[in-house]
């Protein structure tokens, strides 16, 4: 519980795994309004763990791209299937009805297909 006991070290997952987003910028427009302090902080803490890796992106030395390590990798069954809780439990839950019944339908394909999207 004490590494994932705040919402902002999920939504990052999130957004790397699920929604492909990789850099700092991305993470703060994705809408839930992280402060710049906190995920500064939060990538720092996943990183230090091991969950994610940070690269100086090609394109732009001054940015980096964030990414899942093997171990963040393993976290994707989890991220699932606290969605598709979600999806059941919560009426105001942003998940796409149609991600929700495919993953209900085959979570194994729906894990394999994110874990394919990043390699």
Known sequence: MDFFGDKWTFL???????KG?????EFLEAGEGIATNVLSDRLK?????GIIKSR??????TMKTYSLT?????????LI???IWGGTYDKDTEAPK????EAL???????QSFLDSLE
């Open 45 to 49: 803490m996943l990183e230090l763990e």
């Open 70 to 78: 093997e171990k963040g990798k393993a976290l994707i069954p989890i």
């Open 12 to 18: 990052i997952l999130r957004d790397i795994a699920l």
């Open 105 to 111: 339908r085959d979570r194994q394909k729906v894990i």
């Open 21 to 25: 987003r990789c850099f700092y910028k």
């Open 81 to 83: 299937e606290i969605i």
């Open 98 to 101: 149609e991600f929700l019944k």
């Open 56 to 61: 100086k992106y090609e394109k732009l030395k």
